[in-house]
């Protein structure tokens, strides 16, 4: 998997990275929790932050001419600064 752009963001969204892998374009949302006293850092991704990422990956593909291409919206979970506690999360969610 490539990284075409980092941080992109329009008006009303943002999305942290955004990849090629094979055919399909990647939206990737980074999540850090240091601590779980708000729930881990999987909780922090509501249906709102979604909507957000999902605006932002729209722009995006309309940008860059990729409205025929397939594209999927992971999730990269690091709950505390320990390598060992990363988790990917392919497909984490779909655009409504």
Known sequence: MGILQRNFRCRGGEVD???RDG?????????LR???SYGGAGASIT???QRRIVLAAEHY????????CDCRFDCILLDGLSTAAIEWIPDAFAAP
């Open 17 to 19: 990275l955004v990849c």
């Open 23 to 31: 055919r399909t374009i990647v939206f990737v949302e980074v999540r």
């Open 34 to 36: 240091r601590n779980a």
């Open 47 to 49: 249906t709102a932050k």
């Open 61 to 68: 593909l309309a940008l860059h001419g990729g409205g025929d």
